[in-house]
């Protein structure tokens, strides 16, 4: 009888979907996350990662030639690292502005292929923060 | 004048205070009287919002910077548009225009409905008296846009991007679609609590879900369509947060006005339903939380600020309060049919909502995974576009495909033979398509090719839908072709508007395709005199201007753009700074093309010596998506428009309900 089988079919269309969120959650804890650090937690990791930091002088050189340098420090401590990178910067970056520079660190310093500037808290009042 | 938004607020508060006290109270004892004064409260709540609104309105049209509000998002240069649409430029002024939706909304939807019952409604008013006094709560007690402060010489002037005439526009529309989809969920609950669990309350909110829906789709494409031309890094949906925190309530709401028809058709799927409008609505409070907390980086988080404990407790509530009452009521959601076969109408509707809902758990699943990571393993990570698109294929392309499928397949059960013979044309035309793609050379993106070719077969199967239909009608009677087909859609107004709707979400599938899989991105510096090329068209920059404005400096990188001989156009990308605010913005130009692709020129870096860093995309089809936006919202109001016929069919039948009751 139709009506007595058709609930095992509903069962069936529930687990595909349950099966597909076990293997979304295997694809999201096994690979294509980028971990958020802050400048002293850079040291001694490997591959691509993002660094959330306050950009401090000395800022040179040219983004779309050899490379825009800066430093990083952390937002609220003393970490930092050197930053080089190449591509379209943000129009918001200058000293004293929090960026998220993504890339990777080689001899010691960092080699970013993504700048984005977070947005000054205009939005919400300061005195909020 | 504070105090009076300050008193305005106070009494808004008071009375959802008193719609959910005396509504609830009401609506438990069955006290009509009570009940009805608490509708009333909520009319009234209305009111004194309204009153709040405008005295805000006021001190921005007035430059009063005594108000902390307007001295912060507001200076005396800012135009007088923008001055008044800071309105919803910040935090509080964001949360009034909520509360004032909220209660605007709350007031229409117990006046107008009737369809519901009265002990449906009853229940109703409570829920909204409760939504409403959260907001009113946190405007008068954690967050008031009617804080003062000793009176400043000028304001600190409104974040350059938000000076924008989508600003206007954009923010009001998803706040529309937002705080909509309060409706729905408070008449299910409505409908859960006075144990009325037929079909009369998804009849009743049947237009609200749709409008809110339209509002928050149209919404979203303006904000798109404002990053593409305003934040100027050449696309138009990013993957952050705070642009997935409207798409998630959408899809939810896609899934929600699907499922529904299947409740209203066949009597089933309603603890499904029950679910879905309950997952809208929580996140649309979500999106509205992760908007306002910071709590996730983004380029719209624009900072930590107080509110965000009060929304996550809320949505806890609202989220254990629908579950329990789900729950207890089980027993009352029993369906009334089965399923009886996977190929039928209610299979594919089935299938359309498990894949909606499993593309907003994704998208929901990369939002919150960077606090996930962090509770876990004490590391913050977060997910990036590959992780978004590889889902958008594997459940967006489906979706599309079914689109096609679904509106052809026979209720309850379908012949496999008689399915071969509907699907003939459509999938003709789309192997058609499919093998001259291939012979262009679309083959480039695999995806691209897959997308194309389910669009065409999608378009072939509406327009042999309409096709059908119109020589029905043109047979019954002596109607000429386009009075045929006008009758067909007056007629079948939910149907035929689906369809269009239909389409638009296929336009917008090509233009997403097109733009971003086929297009092409040049950089180069050039110093005045000096070309670059692009797609077959050379760039000659021919130097700088720069303008004084009001309240910003702006220069220009003159480029002209040449196909062989022949000038195309004069663009003029560039960078806007402005003064009071201190920042810098990117202007770009955009040659539209509407059949071929736009040219879309980016100054990336003005150098001192004269000369720029251009950086210039050819996108293909992309103005398909804002063409989708006016099909959508076209096929949304066919769908929504009044029908008398509809009403008196409803009217019957629910008479009809009541007397067997």
């Given amino acids: 009888v139709p009506s007595k089988r058709s609930p095992a079919r509903l069962v069936v269309a529930l687990s595909i979907a349950a099966a597909l969120a076990v293997f979304l959650l295997y694809t999201s804890i096994a690979g294509g996350t980028t971990p958020s650090l802050k400048p002293s937690q850079l040291a001694g990791h490997q591959g691509t990662v993002s660094v959330a930091g306050r950009v401090v002088a000395p800022i040179g050189g040219d983004a779309h030639v050899n490379g825009l340098r800066f430093g990083l420090r952390d937002v609220e401590g003393a970490g930092r690292v050197r930053v080089v990178f190449r591509g379209s910067v943000p129009d918001l970056f200058r000293k004293g502005r929090d960026v998220v520079a993504t890339g990777r660190l080689e001899n010691g310093v960092f080699v970013a292929s993504e700048l984005s500037t977070k947005c000054p808290s205009k939005y919400a009042p300061k005195r909020d923060a | ?661």
Avoid at chain 2, 48 to 56: C, E, P
Avoid at chain 2, 225 to 251: F, K, Q, T
Avoid at chain 2, 448 to 469: K, M, N, P, Q
């Fill in chain 2, 1 to 661: 004048m504070p105090d009076l938004g300050r008193a305005a607020l106070v009494t808004a508060l008071a009375l959802l205070v008193y719609a959910l006290v005396a509504g609830g109270y009401a609506a438990w004892r069955g006290r009509r009287r009570l009940a009805l004064s608490a509708q009333n409260a909520l009319l009234g709540a209305f009111g004194a919002a309204v009153v709040a609104s405008v005295v805000l309105l006021a001190a921005l049209a007035r430059h009063d910077f005594s108000f902390q509000y307007v001295a912060d998002h507001t200076s005396r240069e800012l135009p007088l548009g923008y001055t008044l649409t800071a309105f919803w430029g910040g935090q509080e002024g964001s949360l009034l225009l909520w509360l004032l939706i909220l209660t605007g909304y709350s007031a229409a939807a117990v006046a107008l409905n009737r369809h519901a019952g009265r002990d449906v409604v009853a229940w109703v008013v409570p829920v909204l008296g409760l939504v409403g006094t959260f907001f009113a709560v946190v405007l008068v007690f954690v967050s008031s846009p009617f804080a003062t402060q000793q009176a400043a010489a000028d304001g600190a002037g409104l974040n350059p991007s938000l000076q924008n005439p989508y600003m206007a526009i954009h923010p009001p529309m998803l706040y529309l679609g937002y705080v909509g989809l309060t409706i729905p969920f408070a008449f299910a609950m409505g409908a859960l609590l006075s144990r009325r669990t037929d079909e009369r309350w998804i009849v009743a909110t049947r237009r609200w879900t749709l409008a809110a829906w339209t509002f928050l789709g149209v919404g979203q494409l303006l904000g798109a369509h404002w990053a593409y031309v305003e934040i100027g890094w050449g696309g138009y949906y990013a993957w952050d947060p705070v642009e997935n925190a409207a798409l998630m309530p959408w899809l939810a709401a896609t899934a929600f006005l699907h499922s529904v028809m299947i409740q209203e058709k066949r009597g089933m799927l309603k603890v499904w339903n029950m679910v879905l409008v309950g997952l809208a609505f929580c996140l649309s409070l979500f999106g509205t939380f992760l908007t306002r907390s910071g709590v996730i980086q983004s380029i719209h988080s624009f900072s930590v600020s107080s509110i965000g404990g009060w929304f996550l407790g809320f949505i806890c509530l609202i989220v254990a309060g629908t579950t329990v009452l789900i729950l207890s009521r089980l027993p009352l959601l029993r369906a009334r049919t089965r399923l009886e076969s996977l190929v039928s109408r209610e299979a594919t509707f089935l299938y359309n909502n498990l894949l909606l809902v499993a593309l907003t758990l994704t998208i929901l699943w990369g939002v919150v995974f960077p606090l996930l990571s962090e509770a876990v393993r004490g590391e913050t990570s977060t997910v990036s576009k590959p992780y978004y698109n590889f889902f958008l294929h594997s459940f967006g392309l489906p979706l599309l495909l079914l689109m096609g499928i679904g509106p052809l397949v026979a209720w309850r059960r379908a012949s496999l033979r008689a399915l071969g013979k509907t699907f003939l044309w459509p999938l003709g035309a789309s192997m058609v398509a499919g093998v001259a793609l291939l012979a262009a050379g679309a083959g480039s993106s695999r995806v691209g090719v897959i997308a194309y070719t389910f669009s065409v077969f999608v378009l072939a199967s509406i327009a042999l839908e309409f096709l059908r239909g119109t020589r029905a009608r043109k047979a019954l009677g002596t109607e000429s072709w386009p009075g045929a087909l006008s009758s067909l859609v007056a007629r079948n107004r939910r149907r035929y508007g689906g369809y269009i709707v239909h389409a638009s979400v296929v336009f917008l599938a090509i233009g997403v395709a097109g733009s971003s899989a086929y297009q092409t991105v040049r950089e180069q510096r050039l110093a005045p005199g000096e070309t670059m090329t692009v797609a077959g068209k050379t760039l000659l920059f021919r130097g700088f201007e720069t303008m004084r404005k009001p309240n910003h400096e702006a220069i220009r990188a003159v480029v002209d753009v040449y196909r062989g001989g022949d000038r195309l156009a004069r663009l003029r990308p560039g960078k806007n700074d402005y003064f009071a605010e201190e920042q810098i913005s990117n202007e770009v130009a955009i040659r539209r093309d509407y059949l071929g692709g736009d040219l879309f020129l980016i100054a990336d870096q003005v150098n001192a010596n004269g000369t720029v860093d251009l950086k210039a995309l050819e996108k293909p089809l992309v103005n398909l998506i804002w063409f989708a936006g006016f099909v959508f919202l076209a096929g949304s109001l066919i769908a929504m428009w009044p029908d008398a016929r509809e009403e008196r069919r409803l009217a019957e039948r629910y008479a009809g309900a009541v007397a067997r009751a």
